[in-house]
């Protein structure tokens, strides 16, 4: 029976093998020394079983999770969840949890980060992120309901939700969706994420490393998906101004807030909108600019070889591969590379004529504009929809820029996150919930009217 | 469906890409002067910066002519509209007032908001003075003696469509002075002082005015006229502020009033028209003007006129 576990695991290397012969009967002990911890080997097994013969190995050994195994083939699936095997006469198998905690500690954010709020933030391991919201909603009516996906990975997933405010036919349709993917592996949020979207640009699942977030989401009547080894929890469905809300909101006067989330509706405009309206008003309708500006735009692109268009397109261009080239570069060389591409360089394009300063200066306010959104999805979909608007507006002009934002609009308008409706709470107006979407006033209920209306009914 | 809409959009939309130009490709022209002697002789003053200028000459038979050949000369899409002031020389006829409205009229850059004034004399010289000086200088002389104010083209087309003439200030291009409003199109004669104070009054332009008679001054303030027209009989109806005794404001009254009847019986058929448009009375109107010029005591020292 040892000889086959061991063959089922392929002859590895860090399976380890101990044999221990005692008065009136044999055990074999087997553990993979990479995910089991030899101290809990120790104290949990072989320090029981070295002062005591007795043959009931349940009850020689106290630990917590110790199971009886039925055969070889799940004893060395077992063995590589962490378990130690025990053979008793090569005859009975046992398996007891020794594993290795292979997790980092409970840390801060690093996406969405908060001034105010708690700085605990979700990790990879799936008990600790059910802990984190548990610990925060001690509400028997928090369930949890888990499916293994992944044929090859059998990534545990957990759906989490508020049994007495969720839409039921929500949950069901979130499940029947889940069970549905038949992905071989399922490594992080993210793979499940593609799997729950629509095939469009606006993100409608939206994701979180916080754990006060998703607790709020839970009490919206939001299903949050938790998926083992990764750091983020989804949240369905998802409304766009979802996105323009941070966990810092719930942690400052409503004033505030309201503030805020205008600055950030005015920031997603800017983000999209700048370079566009930049190229529009400039080679389409230098009307709109008055004489002095108009002047001082001439002379500093006089020297510029390029047309507006292509300096502007390869300013973005530029812009992003730098975004993208700091996200991949280690901490340590990350500044540095920040001053090389940011400053030397951008100064140097001016010097040299090859950039106006005025492009420099639209580009990076488009760009510092995006970064008021914690969330990527967001920030990418901002990326497309400045680069479609920048080709309107070098193509028509201020026309340009109006069906640019009638595109956007009716794009908006036309998603669902789950059958329920993009644009919540402005089409369909919901003014109960409006209490909490651009401006925010003081409230004592989460529940999101729209997401607990059908319940009631 | 979908494909066809975008495809029958994009297809009238591309129209619009014609109109890129980049703004380094703009020749921002500030300030144009016509004159016309035989052929038409244009002055252009193109902006470099905030300081600097250019100042370009072109000849031609018409005005078409001479903005080709600076075109030309400037490889550089002319741009109009930020043009601040048309300079006109006091020489032109109807006919080349005609074809400089059709001009500017037909140019797709051009707003028509720019100021417009007459000058005896154009010289470089002339042109090189900043568009503002010539708005302050303007602004000025309605809030003082009250001869002229600043007139956009725009309201010059409109004054011709609807009266066939137009007032426009005249400025003396040695001595930078406004010398009143001189009258255009269906006849060509420079007002003197008094017409072009009256003209200013009876289109309520007059807020304040220093009125000079007999070597001495008097301030008028908050003033206002109004047009009344009750059947055939037109009143023009003017009140002010004045701060000073009842002997000056009889001689204020005089004045005005003997000023006020120089002008109608001078240009009455001016006034017809101005007032038979803008009251919307058709066929014969029979003119009969009365001046109602009152003497009110509002406190003391402050009457109304």
Do not use: W
Request: net charge negative; with cysteine.
């Amino acid at each position: 029976m040892k000889e086959e576990i061991i063959n089922y695991c392929g002859n590895s290397e860090d399976i380890v093998t101990r044999t221990i012969s005692k008065k009136d009967y044999v055990l074999d002990i087997i553990f993979c020394e990479t995910l089991s911890d030899s101290s809990f080997i120790n104290e949990l097994i072989l320090t029981p079983l070295n002062i005591n013969d007795n043959k009931n190995i349940s009850e020689v050994i106290t630990s917590g999770v110790l199971k009886e195994i039925d055969d070889s083939l799940t004893a060395a699936d077992e063995l590589f969840l962490g378990y130690t095997i025990i053979i008793l006469d090569n005859n009975k198998i046992y398996g007891i949890e020794t594993k290795k905690d292979l997790d980092r500690s409970v840390s801060e954010s690093e996406v969405e980060g908060s001034i105010s709020g708690p700085k605990d933030a979700f990790l990879e391991n799936f008990n600790t992120n059910v802990g984190l919201i548990r610990k925060r909603i001690r509400n028997k009516n928090l369930r949890l309901r888990t499916v293994n996906l992944g044929s090859e990975s059998n990534t545990k997933i957990g759906i989490c939700y508020m049994n007495d405010i969720v839409d039921n036919e929500l949950l069901n349709k979130v499940l029947e969706k889940i069970t549905s993917i038949k992905n071989d592996i399922i490594i992080d949020g993210a793979y499940l994420k593609e799997q729950l979207s629509l095939k469009h640009l606006f993100p409608d699942v939206n994701q979180t490393e916080r754990p006060d977030l998703a607790s709020y989401a839970l009490l919206e009547g939001k299903i949050c998906i938790i998926i083992d080894n990764s750091p983020t929890v989804l949240i369905i469905p998802t409304f766009f101004i979802d996105f323009f809300h941070t966990a810092d909101d719930y942690y400052q006067k409503s004033i505030n807030t309201t503030f805020i989330r205008i600055l950030r509706v005015i920031a997603f405009m800017i983000a999209i909108f700048l370079p566009g309206y930049y190229i529009s008003i400039t080679t389409h309708n230098p009307t709109s600019i008055p004489t002095t500006l108009l002047l001082s735009l001439i002379n500093q692109h006089i020297a510029v070889p390029f047309p507006a268009f292509f300096e502007i397109l390869l300013m973005t261009i530029a812009f992003e591969i730098l975004r993208e080239s700091d996200v991949r570069i280690p901490n340590k060389v990350g500044s540095s590379a920040s001053i090389l591409g940011g400053l030397i360089l951008g100064d140097a394009a001016v010097a040299a004529g090859i950039i106006s300063p005025i492009m420099i200066i639209v580009v990076a306010i488009s760009a510092i504009s995006a970064f008021v959104f914690p969330y990527n999805s967001i920030v990418n979909l901002i990326r497309y929809y400045r680069f479609f608007i920048l080709l309107l507006g070098a193509l028509f002009g201020i026309f340009g820029l109006f069906i640019g934002l009638v595109i956007l609009i009716s794009n908006i308008s036309s998603i669902t996150s789950f059958g329920y409706p993009y644009t919540y709470p402005f089409v369909p107006l919901i003014k109960e919930d409006l209490k909490d979407s651009i401006i925010k006033t003081e409230s004592q209920s989460k529940r999101n009217p729209l997401l607990t209306k059908k319940r009631e009914r | 469906m979908k494909k066809i809409i975008i495809f029958i959009a994009v297809f009238f939309l591309l129209g619009c890409s014609n109109y890129y130009t980049d703004i380094n490709n703009l020749a921002i022209i500030n300030e144009i002067a016509i004159d016309y002697d035989l052929e038409y002789k244009v002055y252009v003053k193109v902006l470099k910066n905030d300081k600097e200028s250019d100042i370009f000459i072109e000849n031609g038979k018409t005005l078409d002519d001479c903005f080709s050949s600076l075109n030309n000369k400037l490889t550089k899409k002319l741009y109009l509209a930020h043009l601040d002031l048309l300079v006109l020389s006091d020489n032109l006829d109807k006919e080349n007032y005609k074809d400089i409205i059709e001009f500017f009229l037909s140019l797709e850059s051009s707003r028509n908001t720019f100021d417009t004034i007459i000058t005896n004399k154009i010289t470089e010289d002339f042109l090189k003075i900043d568009s503002k000086e010539i708005q302050n200088l303007l602004d000025l002389s309605i809030n003082s003696n009250g001869l002229a104010k600043n007139k956009s083209f725009d309201s010059i087309i409109k004054d011709i469509l609807n009266y066939r003439l137009s007032y426009i200030p005249y400025i003396d291009s040695e001595n930078k002075e406004v010398l009143g409003l001189k009258s255009i199109f269906e006849e060509n004669k420079l007002l003197d002082k008094d017409s072009s104070i009256t003209v200013n009054f009876s289109y309520n332009l007059i807020d304040n005015i220093t009125l000079l008679i007999d070597d001495k001054s008097y301030k008028l303030e908050s003033c206002s006229s109004t047009n009344l027209i009750d059947e055939n009989k037109i009143t023009l109806k003017v009140s002010c502020n004045y701060k000073g005794s009842s002997k000056d404001k009889e001689i204020i009254k005089t004045y005005l009033s003997d000023a006020f009847y120089k002008h109608i019986k001078e240009n009455s058929n001016n006034y017809f028209f101005y007032l038979q448009d803008k009251y919307g009375k058709k066929g014969h109107l029979e003119l009969l003007y009365d001046l109602d010029i009152s003497l009110m005591k509002e406190s003391s020292g402050d009457y109304f006129i």
